[in-house]
């Protein structure tokens, strides 16, 4: 009497039985990695905004270590007067060395510090409301990115792309490049599935297109091995779907693992920039020592932007300026000025500026007072960014901190309504993207927030 009624065949051939075991073994493969899977057949797939969006994409330019406010894009007059005089336990009031003019049809204020970027004065919208929740780099960083200083949290890049998906089926939908300040924390993707986590790309003058994504290209098997490795993956899949029923996560793998195949031939020409003539580059200004590292951030974020990638952030470091303040925030500057223009240049003269939201500054700002001689401390209650392009006003300022620049005190702008406002850009309301987690519904902007809908043109 046979009791045992899943025996393997004995008339199976050898080919047979190892086909059978190689299912086997592959199952158990596909059980781990469906249950680490967004429940979504293609996590990746283009899905409708919750309202009529002002901009396509966001373009962030990050500057790494909080750069003071009231020596670049707040002008506080009343500094000159009280410059030197005691503001508390003997700290004294520092006047900006820089001088302001206004600048552009709208007259903004802008310092001598960016003099290229003051030329597109007329496109920019000053958040001069702006404060933070906590003084300190490392967590003030995360809370940009994230919403929250004390708990891993998706990026807002992350959000963004699991919000409304990706243009572009051959490129991820979130890129970094040269990130600085805050970790892999500041552009991963927290408890959402890790399709919506950015891709880093690390650009200098030496890099080549080839090495901007570690480990992008396989180096031991070829293009058609590859195929057929996918393919293998894809039977297996089918195999499991017949015998056991559809896992919706496994095909979400499957979607991840194929992306990082089309990218190897999609990447390297994206981020291969002697493509562009020598004008672009110029207008960046890539081959000038000052410019250079930048200005190619800069032209691969608008390349980037131009081949549908939703989110784009690029770093700039070196803003804390606790000492030598002369020198170095001049230098900072000099370092980034340019390229700015010339990006917000690039994008107006492509007709891609009203659809792309270019956004400017870093985790907070400066005190007005001293630190030392020729420096200024860190500043989370009051400091300025700026956006342009995407639906914005331009030649627009919102919000001011009080005379000396120390709080915000009108229009006053939080990281969640800035989180909010950048979201309602993109055409998302903050308090309906959700993801279930833990037995609750998340948001970018937790349970706080709010649109300052003053700031859209």
């Given at each position: 009497m046979n009791l045992?009624?899943?025996?393997?065949?004995?008339?199976?051939?050898?080919?047979?039985?190892?086909?059978?075991?190689?299912?086997?073994?592959?199952?158990?493969?596909?059980?781990?990695?469906?249950?680490?899977?967004?429940?979504?057949?293609?996590?990746?797939?283009?899905?409708?905004?919750?309202?009529?969006?002002?901009?396509?994409?966001?373009?962030?330019?990050?500057?790494?270590?909080?750069?003071?406010?009231?020596?670049?894009?707040?002008?506080?007059?009343?500094?000159?007067?009280?410059?030197?005089?005691?503001?508390?336990?003997?700290?004294k009031l520092l006047a900006s060395p820089w001088k302001f003019r206004p600048r552009g049809d709208s007259g903004l204020m802008i310092s001598d510090l960016f003099p290229a970027v003051a030329e597109h004065a007329d496109e920019l919208c000053l958040l001069r409301g702006m404060k933070a929740g906590i003084p300190a780099h490392a967590q003030a960083s995360l809370q940009l990115h994230t919403g929250s200083f004390q708990f891993v949290r998706p990026s807002m890049g992350s959000w963004s792309v699991y919000g409304l998906g990706n243009a572009n089926e051959n490129l991820p939908g979130f890129v970094t490049i040269n990130p600085r300040g805050g970790g892999a924390g500041s552009y991963g993707s927290g408890f959402l599935p890790a399709a919506y986590q950015g891709t880093p790309i690390e650009l200098s003058r030496n890099s080549s297109a080839s090495n901007a994504i570690p480990n992008l290209k396989n180096d031991q098997h070829g293009e058609a091995v590859q195929r057929r490795q996918l393919g293998l993956l894809r039977q297996l899949e089918k195999e499991r779907e017949r015998r056991a029923g559809r896992v919706q996560g496994l095909e979400s793998v499957l979607e991840q693992y194929e992306l990082a195949f089309r990218m190897q031939s999609e990447v390297p020409d994206v981020v291969d920039l002697g493509t562009e003539d020598r004008r672009t580059l110029e207008l960046y200004g890539i081959g000038s020592n000052a410019t250079d590292g930048f200005g190619r951030q800069c032209l691969l974020a608008r390349?980037?932007?131009?081949?549908?990638?939703?989110?784009?952030?690029?770093?700039?470091?070196?803003?804390?300026?606790?000492?030598?303040?002369?020198?170095?925030?001049?230098?900072?500057?000099?370092?980034?000025?340019?390229?700015?223009?010339?990006?917000?240049?690039?994008?107006?003269?492509?007709?891609?500026?009203?659809?792309?939201?270019?956004?400017?500054?870093?985790?907070?700002?400066?005190?007005?007072?001293?630190?030392?001689?020729?420096?200024?401390?860190?500043?989370?209650r009051g400091f300025t960014m700026w956006m342009a392009g995407g639906g914005v006003k331009g030649g627009f300022s919102y919000g001011s901190t009080d005379e000396t620049g120390a709080e915000a005190v009108d229009g006053v702008m939080d990281i969640h309504d800035w989180h909010a406002t950048i979201l309602h850009a993109l055409g998302m309301d903050h308090e309906r993207l959700t993801f279930n987690h833990a037995g609750r519904d998340f948001r970018l902007t937790d349970v706080h927030g709010r649109v300052h809908s003053d700031v859209f043109a």
């Open positions: 045992c009624s899943n025996r393997i065949s004995t008339e199976l051939d050898r080919r047979a039985m190892l086909q059978t075991l190689a299912f086997g073994f592959g199952w158990t493969a596909f059980n781990g990695m469906a249950g680490a899977s967004p429940k979504v057949d293609d996590p990746l797939a283009l899905k409708p905004s919750h309202h009529t969006p002002t901009a396509k994409r966001v373009i962030f330019l990050y500057m790494s270590g909080a750069p003071s406010h009231v020596d670049t894009f707040d002008h506080k007059p009343a500094l000159v007067g009280l410059d030197g005089q005691e503001y508390r336990r003997n700290a390349r980037l932007a131009e081949e549908g990638v939703r989110f784009i952030e690029i770093t700039a470091g070196g803003w804390d300026t606790h000492r030598n303040m002369r020198e170095a925030l001049a230098e900072r500057c000099l370092a980034v000025d340019q390229p700015i223009a010339g990006l917000l240049a690039d994008l107006k003269q492509r007709r891609m500026l009203d659809d792309t939201l270019v956004v400017w500054g870093g985790e907070f700002g400066r005190t007005p007072y001293a630190q030392g001689d020729d420096g200024r401390d860190h500043n989370a």
